[in-house]
């Protein structure tokens, strides 16, 4: 039943990423420093794995004072759906404003550019519509490395049985004198971010 099928699909989750310690750093006048540690729990692949390209795992941070009141946050998402970072159409437009603490283990296409460097790029992936790939040019098909011919990959997964640190900084500008803050923390696993339906379609 799709009841079933749910209840595996997060038996799944909750064992391959871990929340670990939680580390104040700082908590003064000059502002409250944080991490929050993120282990991968299989000992077989990354977390995530498959087609790291399209697979987003990040981390919504609320910090609340003692009313509920929100602060400082991370890991929000725009009205389209997407996550404040460069592929947000509202980031684009300067509407909001660029979350430059995102921890998100989404992979990225590097593509070179004309003057010698390299840059992240929304890239489709072609596919056989054929169950006989091989048959046919590329007899190496791209399918096998998950991601474009012309261009590398940028793993942010995390390898077997590691962890990483999101880490994060609220401006004491923020901040009250006397005041009690909570940090409120959730991660999140979504299949593919919502700008992949203009990519599509454009």
């Known amino acids: 039943t799709l009841a079933w099928a749910s209840e595996k699909r997060l038996e799944v989750l909750r064992n391959g990423y871990i929340l670990g310690d939680t580390i104040v750093d700082q908590a003064d006048?000059?502002?409250i420093e944080f991490r929050v540690q993120i282990r991968n729990g299989t000992d077989g692949h990354n977390a995530p794995t498959g087609f790291t390209g399209e697979r987003l795992v990040w981390l919504q941070i609320n910090v609340t004072d003692r009313d509920g009141k929100v602060i400082f946050k991370s890991g929000d998402r725009d009205p389209n759906g997407d996550l404040r970072e460069r592929y947000s159409r509202y980031v684009n437009s300067g509407e909001l404003k660029y979350d430059k603490q995102?921890?998100?283990?989404?992979?990225?296409?590097?593509a070179r550019t004309f003057w010698g460097g390299e840059r992240t790029q929304l890239r489709a992936v072609p596919f056989s519509a054929a169950v006989r790939p091989f048959i046919r040019p590329p007899t190496n098909p791209t399918a096998i490395h998950m991601r474009p011919e012309s261009a590398r990959s940028k793993k942010n997964s995390i390898e077997p049985?590691?962890?990483?640190?999101?880490?994060?900084?609220?401006d004491p500008s923020l901040l009250k004198a006397g005041e009690t803050y909570t940090v409120h923390m959730k991660l999140i696993a979504q299949q593919m971010p919502a700008y992949f339906i203009h990519v599509s379609s454009g």
């Open 29 to 31: 006048k000059d502002g």
């Open 102 to 110: 995102l921890f998100n283990l989404m992979s990225h296409f590097m």
């Open 161 to 170: 049985g590691g962890h990483r640190w999101a880490e994060y900084h609220v």
